[in-house]
């Protein structure tokens, strides 16, 4: 019969207990390892962007004396600390479940004989016997006795044929034990009077917190897309944008997201706000006013979103804030402008809309740059040195000389930082872009296409002009089709660290690495053609290193119509402000039936005889068609023919005569 004990050192409840925290640990641990080392990039050396970085640092791990703890860290700091009290407890637990050897209890091997046995037992009577053993210090005659008998049932173990059966058939000297079932529980939890304490916990645990911890997933889940933004947020974005939108109602839209409307502390900081507004009122006159009203951000009616557009424009124009639960609240609201825009691109490209969706991808630039939305003029203040009212003045289309001109005969102290900036900065190069059709020689209706597109970033000197570069004129037929039948959208860069590192961004607050959009428009309609493709990594050309271009493509199926089609590919930077290509592209789409005419003819061309030749009489003897002699020939045949009859006829004349 068993007899059931309950854990009451909790030795059990122990291994219980561990068993499931490693389950749970050893997994989250290992995944927060490997997502917790970020990429060792370099980055731009200039002082502002090292000065960020180092904000950033402090900002994400905290400092020495403060150090910042996520929850995940939090999570794994407790429960290693709870599995590292259970191993120190499981340790230092005393195994009592030890199974009865005799041979271990005498100290003597199992292939000792009888006869052995009996003699080693003698000397360990004359050495343990109660009557002869003097007692040590802290040891009591009862522990003598007890290790006496021990030592005599294990010797009665091996000699006597009884009490050996007991020991093989029940593995111990005195026969049948009664069996011991330990429960991993202490005794208190099932105690009658702690019943009804126990079941409320219970209760608690899985009637109350579990329902509320699914509930909100599911419903956390639900409100949201799968863009990760809030509904009401794609909902506005929605019903504000049109296909005529341009920047300032794509900044407007932006700052109708739901996200805004999460309350903040207010108190100290609302003086603040008010300075800042003012400061903006100030350099927008009364575009400002335009601006709240297209946001819905007007005083009174959404104060948080009010709150957030302030704090976005200030931003935008580098007004300094100097609240720290400003700065905080300023830095929250830019580091979810990313995921908001792309919620948004993702809106409008499910109805192809082009100028809308050139301007989600331009506004990303100019909040990285913190440069006011819609002004390309302002190019030239993503150098150090130079602020928003010369700009306009020192902006030129593709370099950065006339800025940089300006920094040097002022002899200004940003002029090393803005030749440092430079070296992160550069003009994106459309190489080259064309259709293919895998083993096609023609593009044919609803065929599937490819647009090859090969980029570079044409690097800039420290003067501010392109850099020269050998153009790219040689064809790479087999490059091109190895990267075609390849399944990477990006081809391979050649060995090397040709990665781009973090880009000059001073104002945005976090560690910024430049990406690009290829998009394939019709400009004529305003439209979309295929969903627009996020790169990374475009080569700076150095014909030192090999590196050219690279390429990418976009798979899409052709149009079903007959005809040419005038598209557009744009290159759009989601990092610097004026870094933008465009080149023309005419897709031709062929009629399947006139391409089998033509190959038909052209096999008729080549498989048929010539008449003059002897396969050419055998094939008009059985019947078959042949080719034709050349005109030139015939006509080459019918002079000489008529200047042999004229021969003849003069000669029977002058016979004649005769």
Known sequence: MANYNYDEAGNMAAYFVLTFLLIFLVPYTLASLSTSKPPSLSGCQCQQCVAQREQIRKRERGSLLTPKLRRRTVILLIGWSIVAF?????????????????????????????KEIKSHYKKLSRKFHPDKVKLAVNETMEAVEARFVEITKAYKSLTDETIRKNWEMYGHPDGRQEVSMGIALPKWIVESGNNIWVLGAYGLLFGGALPALVGRWWFGNAQKTKDGVHAQSAAAFFKS???????????????????????????????????????????????????????????????????????????????????????????????QTPVLLNSMLSIIMSRNWLLPTISAMRLHAYLTQALLPGQPELKAAQLPGINLTEAPSLSTSESFEAAVSALSKSESPALPDAEKALERLGQTEIVDASFKVIGERFVTPSSFVH???????????????????????????????????????????????????????PYWPANRKPSWWIVLADVKSNKVVVPPMKITDVPVANSQNGIDYRSYKIQFQAPQNVGLFTWKVFVVSDTFVGDEASRDVILKIDDPSVLASEDTTADDDISDPEEDSLAGQMALMRGGSVKKLREEESDDESSTDEEEEEDKGDSSSDSDSD
């Open 241 to 335: 944008l049109n296909e005529e939108s341009g920047m300032d109602d794509v900044t407007a839209s932006l700052g109708k997201a739901f996200e805004w409307d999460v309350p903040t502390k207010v108190g100290k900081a609302e003086a603040d706000l008010e300075q800042l507004e003012k400061q903006i009122k100030d350099k927008l006159e009364d575009k400002w006013d335009e601006l709240v009203k297209l946001a819905e951000a007007l005083p009174g009616k959404h104060e948080n979103r009010r709150r957030a557009f302030i704090l976005l424009y200030s931003h935008l124009l580098r007004l300094p804030v100097t609240n720290p639960t400003l700065q905080k609240e300023q830095t929250d609201i830019l580091l």
């Open 86 to 114: 259970f191993l120190y407890k499981i340790s230092n637990t005393e195994n009592n479940t030890k199974l009865y050897d005799p041979f271990e209890i005498l100290g003597i091997s199992t292939s000792t004989t009888t």
């Open 451 to 505: 647009l090859l597109v090969k980029l570079r970033v044409v690097p800039l000197s420290k003067e501010g002009h392109i850099v020269p570069v050998p153009k790219h004129t040689k064809e790479n037929e087999k490059r091109d089709n190895e990267f075609l039948l390849g399944k990477k959208e990006m081809e391979d860069l050649p060995q090397g660290d040709y990665t781009s590192g973090y880009a000059h961004a």
